[in-house]
């Protein structure tokens, strides 16, 4: 399966479902990562870039893509809506994962709004939950207990963000924790990333419906090498 992750911020997508991106990848899922912006507002953006770079590498993702529309600023524009759809072209996901439409944060509310629109040929596109995410009504409960200290050094690669209280283990532990007591999935799933459905679309089988008509992601993608990782920083 293809998964596509889009977020507002460096950091974003780390926090609201990196446990499930990481255990993607050791399963034998293909990862892409999209950044809306460098996250200039909260620090340097070479730096953050940099950040994100290990990051991915981390995860194991085929492919970062870094765009550079301006941190806190974002509309929902056509220009933006077709840098979305353009890397959904270039990925061919089979999922989307991206912001709440609730979102406190504006940046992430027009972000969630606009992959839904550039997202709407793909099967499914859920959202994903943060700490500081308010009336989040979780449709899904992933298990990342075998993942959860995984994600926690994952975080950790966002040194220049340390001082947020977000960021914290405490926060995100307790956050996963929290979910995992509500899921009821069982005494033995200690940690969890809850994230709501826009949409879904499920096959023979009651799982995610796989695009099994679309055109392989571009040659350099589809030959990807497992110890190099595919870049692109819009200019």
């Given at each position: 399966m293809n998964i596509?992750?889009?977020g ?7 926090i609201?479902?990196g ?8 399963n034998?899922h ?8 460098q996250?200039?507002k ?5 730096l953050?870039?940099?950040?994100l770079?290990?990051t991915?590498?981390?995860i194991g ?5 870094i765009d550079?529309f301006p941190?806190?600023q974002?509309?929902l524009?056509s220009d933006?809506?077709n840098?979305i759809e353009s890397?959904?072209?270039?990925c061919k ?6 912001h709440?439409m609730?979102?406190t944060h ?7 709004e ?10 499914n596109?859920?959202?994903y ?10 449709h899904?409960y992933y298990?990342?207990?075998?993942s959860?200290d995984?994600?926690?050094?994952l975080?950790s690669?966002f040194q220049s963000q ?5 960021l914290?283990s ?8 929290y979910?995992?007591?509500?899921s ?7 940690y ?6 826009v949409k879904v679309?499920l096959?023979g089988n009651?799982?995610?419906?796989n ?5 392989d992601?571009?040659?350099?993608l589809a030959?990807?090498n497992p110890q190099q990782?595919?870049?692109?920083i819009?200019?």
């Amino acid at each position: 399966m293809n998964i596509l992750a889009i977020g507002a911020h460096p950091d974003d997508i780390e926090i609201g479902c990196g446990g499930m991106l990481i255990k993607a990848v050791k399963n034998g899922h293909s990862v892409y990562l999209y950044n809306i912006t460098q996250g200039e507002k909260a620090g340097d953006p070479q730096l953050r870039a940099a950040e994100l770079r290990r990051t991915a590498r981390y995860i194991g993702a085929k492919a970062l893509y870094i765009d550079k529309f301006p941190d806190t600023q974002l509309s929902l524009t056509s220009d933006l809506i077709n840098h979305i759809e353009s890397c959904i072209s270039m990925c061919k996901p089979d999922l989307v994962i991206t912001h709440p439409m609730t979102d406190t944060h504006h940046d992430h509310r027009v972000v969630a709004e606009a992959s839904i629109e550039a997202g709407r040929n793909v099967s499914n596109i859920l959202s994903y939950e943060m700490p500081l995410t308010k009336g989040f009504d979780p449709h899904i409960y992933y298990d990342i207990s075998d993942s959860m200290d995984a994600k926690l050094e994952l975080l950790s690669l966002f040194q220049s963000q340390s001082h947020k209280m977000f960021l914290e283990s405490k926060a995100i532990r307790g956050l996963a924790q929290y979910r995992a007591l509500q899921s009821k999935l069982g005494s033995d799933v200690s940690y969890v990333e809850s994230f709501q459905i826009v949409k879904v679309a499920l096959d023979g089988n009651f799982g995610f419906l796989n695009n099994a008509s679309r055109i392989d992601a571009k040659e350099p993608l589809a030959n990807h090498n497992p110890q190099q990782m595919f870049e692109c920083i819009y200019v």
